[in-house]
């Protein structure tokens, strides 16, 4: 939780979390829905549906108990190299090394390694000399040692070198080169997209949610099914085509948007445009075309299902909409 957010931002998630799920068999026996429910707003829902996942592996595999070694907490489903190395070492004392990018602006200015740090090959160079460096006796204070330096002397605008205990070896410190480590190429600018999302009502007033794939972005978050707009292509022809693609339905579209949302995603950005839509006249019912349910739900029973941001939005307004009729 803490990894995208802050301490005040996350902490009224954490206590939730920890309240419903106050140990992993809890959170292994949970429903999917649920714990994506308790992390909405948190974003990044990969790592809900991992925790989720490697809970379950924990309970099957490991008799409920967190793995001891590398290898076994690696195979848990969302832990990375980064993570396994910190948890292995700083729990289990286990030799490894645990390169977050702290170390990697240390390393770098250390041995002058001036290749961009986008590179897995990069990556790896400092990883190889991390893992040189290590104190194989007391691996978790070491790598504790090294993030604590890069977090609090050698940081990355005005590293205070006259304290550092490397600072006779620092090959960057030596060269008067500091600013020039670790080299990080610029950004890829993020491209925006429109996105049309058709809001289907019918006569009880009820609406229609879709539930994504798992392995998508926001998999298996439910939203208003829609998508992105082609080139050529009316944002309300957007709509009609992507429902027919997605439900096998003819829809009548209103002309504008009741709603236009801006979101901002780590690669991307989207203009959401919401629009009512009703099935024509002669329109088959709905069909999943790609095997992922939908369900028709009152305004109030919104709150049960968890949504993007984005489409967290629209639900507020036609919980809105609902009650002032
Ligand atoms: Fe960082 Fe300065 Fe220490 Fe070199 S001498 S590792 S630049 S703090």
């Known amino acids: 939780m803490l990894q995208q957010t802050r301490v005040d931002q996350a902490t009224p998630y954490y206590e939730r979390f920890i309240n419903r799920f106050p140990d992993v068999r809890s959170l292994a026996e949970a429903d999917l829905d649920e714990v994506l429910r308790l992390w909405e707003g948190l974003g990044y829902y990969s790592r809900a549906r991992n925790m989720h996942k490697a809970a379950r592996r924990i ?14 907490i690696i195979a848990l489903q969302g832990i990375g190299p980064y993570t396994a190395a910190a948890v292995a070492s700083i729990a289990f004392n286990e030799p490894w090394a645990a390169v977050d990018g702290n170390v990697i602006r240390v390393i770098s200015r250390l041995y002058g390694i001036g290749e961009d740090v986008r590179l897995a090959s990069t990556r790896k160079r400092i990883a190889r ?25 050698c940081t990355p605008k005005t590293p205070a070198c006259s304290r550092c205990p490397f600072q006779n070896s620092c090959h960057a410190w030596q060269h008067d080169r500091i600013s020039h480590y670790p080299f990080k190429s610029p950004a890829k600018k993020r491209p925006h997209f429109h996105i049309a999302t058709g809001v289907i009502r019918d006569d009880q007033g009820h609406v229609l949610i879709a539930r994504r794939p798992e392995n998508v972005l926001l ?7 829609g998508g992105k707009q082609e080139p050529g292509e009316s944002l309300s022809g957007a709509v009609r085509r992507e429902l027919r693609e997605e439900l096998g339905v003819d829809v009548t579209v209103d002309q504008e948007p009741f709603e236009v949302i801006q979101h901002a995603y780590s690669h991307f950005t989207i203009t959401l445009h919401a629009f009512f839509a009703s099935l024509a006249d002669g329109s088959a019912p709905p069909k999943s075309q790609n095997g992922q349910p939908f369900r028709w739900v009152s305004a ?7 949504f993007p941001k984005a489409n967290r939005k629209i639900t507020e307004t036609l919980v809105k909409y609902d009650a002032e009729q």
């Not at 040189?132 to 691996?139: C, F, K, S």
Request: proline fraction near 6%.
């Open 59 to 72: 309970v099957e595999h490991h008799d409920s108990k967190f793995p001891d070694t590398y290898d076994e």
């Open 219 to 225: 998999g298996s978050l439910w939203e208003f099914p």
């Open 300 to 306: 109030h029973e919104l709150t049960n299902f968890a």
């Open 129 to 153: 000399k991390a893992d040189e460096l290590l104190d194989r006796v007391r691996p978790g204070d070491f790598n504790q040692a090294m993030m604590e330096l890069g977090a609090t002397v």
